[in-house]
Each structure stands twice: as C-alpha cells, then as structure tokens.
C-alpha cells in the first residue's frame, strides 16, 4: 500500500471517528418545543454524507461530461460502474438528506411519535410499549408496542438521554436494552 492510500484512509477512518464520537456526546441535546413536548433531531453526520452523496453524483456527471466514457476496450466498464454507481449515489444523497431533515422523535408526557425520513409518523403512549431493545447492525433503537408496531429510533439523534429518561418513567427495565453494547 503506497502512503497516499494510507493517509487517505488515515483521514477518512479519523473523520468518522471524530463525527461519531462528537454525536454520541449530544445525546442531552433534545429540542424543548412546548412545556412537556422535547424533540429528538437527527445528526449533523447525515447532511453531511447527503452531500458528500450528491458532490459524487455531480462528479460522475462531470466526469462523463469532460472525459467521455473511455476507448473501446474500457467503455462497458465505464457503462455497468455508472450504471451501479450513479443511482447509488443519487439515493444516497437523496435519502441522507431526507433523513436528516424528517427523522425526528417527539417525546410528550403521554407517548412519543416518530417521523421516518419520508415524513411517515407512528405513534404509541408509554403504556403502549411492549418492549425495546438495540440493534447494532443498523445502528437504530427499536420499540415495539402491543399492536404489534415497530417503532425505529436512530442513535445518532440528538438527546437520546431525553428518551431513556421518559422510558425510564414509564419502564424502567427496558432502559438498559436500549443502549449500545
């Protein structure tokens, strides 16, 4: 591995290290809307990768543009990456800043409602939750109620401390199944 690769890999691993670490430090950062209304918000981390998404998906483009799509021997390599790469990109993009801009918790005295990156909301009361747990693989809190709902929480949203401490009212024993392990 030649050291431009090592220092490129360097940068990037230390970057997310950083936007990581400063994320889970925000978790006492809910929004108070109203007296007794807090809001969860999503991390600066997502917008950023939007448009770090978008900046590649301008950058095919151009790419395409400026440079063309190669000689004969390289033009259906050219074709099948921008034919995986281009639409991945662009979704990245788009869903990432979707997701930072409609993903969001409202936490009430009686219950919480989640907004998922579309704008689609479900909501339950505190007695309506049936159990909760942590699901590393997609990095999200899950908690499931009595009529069978899965409500999805991402843990890069600010002021998750907000929500284990209203849980923590209503079900004290599934405080500990929400947090990383």
Known sequence: MNIQVAITVLLIVSAVSILYRWTSQQGTNA?????????????????????????????????????????????????VSLAIFLPLTGYGCFYCLAYYHRHRVELTETGLTVYDAWGRSKSTEWAGIKTADFNSLMNEIRVYTKDRERLRISSFLYGLDVFRTELAKHHPYLVQRTLRT
Request: charged residues 10%; aromatic residues 16%; glycine residues 12%.
């Open 31 to 79: 929004i108070t809307v109203s007296p007794g209304v807090a809001l969860l918000k999503n991390s600066v981390f997502f917008a950023i990768l939007g448009y770090v998404c978008g900046v590649m998906f301008l950058g095919l483009i151009a790419l395409v543009v400026f440079v063309g799509l190669g000689k004969e021997d390289d033009f259906w390599y050219a074709i």
